[in-house]
């Protein structure tokens, strides 16, 4: 560990060292970005016989979120928020335009710690609304939007800052929680941070406004290696993938943090990639319909809104109508509520019955991360496989590594609950009840995933 640990620590050095390289590999980042977001949008659709080595719409379309996401949240699991700091376009945008802002003060009203869920979840259900991992308008308005509203906030706030990606970015709170899984990390010794021992190096720019001294977990950190090495107190080290959620966990955890985990990533997630596959879905519409129809009532039966609204594509035979949007609006408010609901009542259920003070609910609630990040992967490389098998690949093999991976997520997510419960105290069979209450929310949350890939098919 400690040849490993000196090897890493070598590496965070190299990063620090070589900030003008990555600049340049940031700027080569947005490029790609840019190209694949914007020209497929200005391109006609593709027809049926096309194909991703043949199209770029298609292409975009299969690196985006056949690639780039599935791929950006298990980097985040493995590295800690390498991406954030070292790849991401829309941060490196934000920061870069904030050198040449107005470098006013953040306002207290952007610091609301709410942002990210809020945001998260209006994106998501927008993104559902106007079919965002189908079509390239869609996928040039959200995500180019976003880039924009970062650039604009940059313009603003901060002076060569990243105050976007610290509160508002939709994918900064759930980042955050995906890191604390993470093997790396740049572990602080506070003591010698104050002792300063010579050499003495100038303060490194902490683009997301950490308090680098204080800091104790990857939650937050961009790992971009700007202060390693810094007072001979930064080093990027190996740790417990279990570390963050079982020892820093009780410090740092919040209600929103719980909040995104348990409405939003497990919740509304599930909900967002499963509502087009699901039977129940089909016959609350088809119930709807009837009963419109039935009472002569036909205007939400039409397909007329803007595909900026609405999914809106004739040429593709793709329509939403205003039925489609409130039921789709339904099913992912129904899903994140009872989901996210009832895992809460579990997890509150489980937390009295170890302590009625202290944060063991926010606690609890943190062991579900891995199941929570199992279900985003799933999800989102879901589209990686329709893509692939549209190409005429089998893929025989994602069914049993489907399989694996849940089976792992939920075992790692006990594993950890079980331990939090062992470090509040609870003793016996009042453990025994509380992490029945975890088992029965682990066991909810893979069913509905089975139903997906298994029971639905």
């Avoid at 993104?127 to 970062?150: P, R």
């Avoid at 997630?269 to 039935?294: D, N």
């Avoid at 109508?321 to 899903?335: E, K, N, P, R």
């Amino acid at each position: 560990m400690r040849q490993l640990n000196a090897l890493l620590g070598d590496l965070g050095d190299a990063l620090r060292r070589h900030g003008r390289l990555i600049r340049g590999v940031q700027w080569a980042v947005v490029a790609f970005y840019g190209l694949l977001l914007v020209l497929p949008a200005l391109l006609p659709l593709p027809s049926s016989q096309a194909r991703i080595l043949d199209n770029l719409t298609l292409l975009a379309q299969f690196i985006f979120w056949g690639v780039w996401w599935p791929f950006v949240l298990l980097s985040i699991v493995l590295f800690g928020r390498l991406w954030c700091g070292v790849l991401c376009p829309e941060g490196a945008l934000s920061e870069w335009i904030s050198w040449r802002g107005l470098g006013r003060g953040t306002p207290r009203w952007i610091r609301w710690g709410g942002w990210p869920t809020l945001a998260f979840i209006l994106t998501t259900v927008y993104g559902q609304l106007i079919s965002v991992y189908d079509y390239a308008q869609a996928a040039l308005l959200i995500l180019g939007g976003s880039t924009l509203a970062a650039m604009l906030v940059g313009f603003l706030y901060g002076r060569g800052k990243r105050v976007w990606c610290r509160y508002l970015c939709p994918v900064s709170g759930v980042f955050a929680l995906l890191a604390r899984l993470a093997p790396l990390y740049y572990r602080v010794d506070e003591q010698r941070w104050l002792d300063n021992p010579p050499p003495r190096q100038p303060p490194p720019n902490c683009a997301p406004l950490l308090d680098i001294r204080r800091m104790r977990g990857a939650a937050d950190c961009h790992a971009c290696g700007r202060c390693s090495g810094q007072r001979g107190a930064v080093r990027l080290s190996a740790r417990s993938p279990n570390a963050e959620v079982l020892i820093v966990g009780p410090q740092h955890a919040s209600h929103w943090d719980s909040s995104l985990l348990l409405f939003g990533v497990i919740g509304l997630a599930m909900g967002a990639f499963r509502w087009t596959v699901s039977p129940w879905f089909v016959s609350l519409k088809q119930m709807a319909a009837t009963w419109l129809v039935e009472h002569d009532s036909y205007w939400l039966l039409q397909a007329d809104a803007p595909w900026w609204l609405l999914t809106h594509y004739p040429q593709a035979n793709d329509l939403f109508s205003w039925l489609d949007g409130l039921l789709i609006l339904f099913y992912l408010a129904a899903s994140a509520l009872l989901l996210g609901g009832g895992l809460w009542l579990l997890l509150r259920a489980a937390a009295s019955l170890v302590s009625r003070t202290g944060n063991v609910f926010e606690h609890l609630a943190l062991s579900l991360i891995p199941l929570g990040a199992s279900g985003l992967f799933l999800g989102l490389s879901a589209t990686t496989v329709k893509l692939l098998r549209y190409e005429g690949l089998a893929l025989a093999w994602v069914q049993p590594a489907r399989a694996g991976l849940l089976a792992g997520a939920i075992t790692w997510s006990l594993w950890l609950g079980w331990q939090v419960l062992g470090r509040h105290g609870a003793r016996g069979l009042s453990r025994l009840a509380a992490f029945g209450c975890l088992a029965l929310g682990s066991a909810g949350v893979g069913y509905g995933w089975w139903l997906q890939f298994w029971g639905w098919s």
